[in-house]
């Protein structure tokens, strides 16, 4: 065993761990997003007093949930993804071609990073409507998703890189 590849299992087993908590996270999540939302019908339609309040924050834990599901609770082979062309492949080409896709796209994503962080950055002195909250702080979630899919993308480049080299395919 190298220890690239004892590197790589490592990597994994991590990665599985943020998995979790980001799955437990984002579950928790849409139970508040749910909450929020029964709270704003209620208040609507039962109590005759709408609360704008409940609707900002569903939204905003609903934009949150999904952005840290996106990029930290799914998984690479659950995207949406075109492999028409690398299934027709056999295994080591199939490994050149997706590591190399997976090394461009989250070279892009992480080499762009820091404008992304520069915007949001900027957006510090907007606020939302009701609850008041920095959009700065709404918006840092699309940097979270950003970097965690970059990241998982050079993860996967140099997964792709050890099935090319060893030859036979490793799930």
Known sequence: MTSQSTFLRRLERAGV??????????????????????WTVVCRYLLRDPSHTSEELAIVIYLWVITIGASLAVRLEEHVAFDLL???????????????????????LLAALPFTIDYIAFLWREKTTVM???????????????????????????????????????K
């Open 17 to 38: 761990w943020l998995q979790r908590g980001a799955e437990i996270l984002t579950s928790l999540g849409f139970i508040a997003v749910s909450g929020a939302f029964i």
């Open 86 to 108: 690398a299934s027709l492949l056999p295994p080591r080409a199939t490994a050149l071609l997706v590591g190399l896709g997976s090394l461009v796209a989250g070279g892009i």
């Open 132 to 170: 008041r909250i920095p959009l700065n702080q709404l918006y840092a979630c699309f940097a979270v998703l950003q970097g965690g899919l970059g990241v998982k993308l050079v993860i996967e480049a140099a997964r792709q890189a050890v099935i090319f080299r060893s030859g036979r395919v490793a």
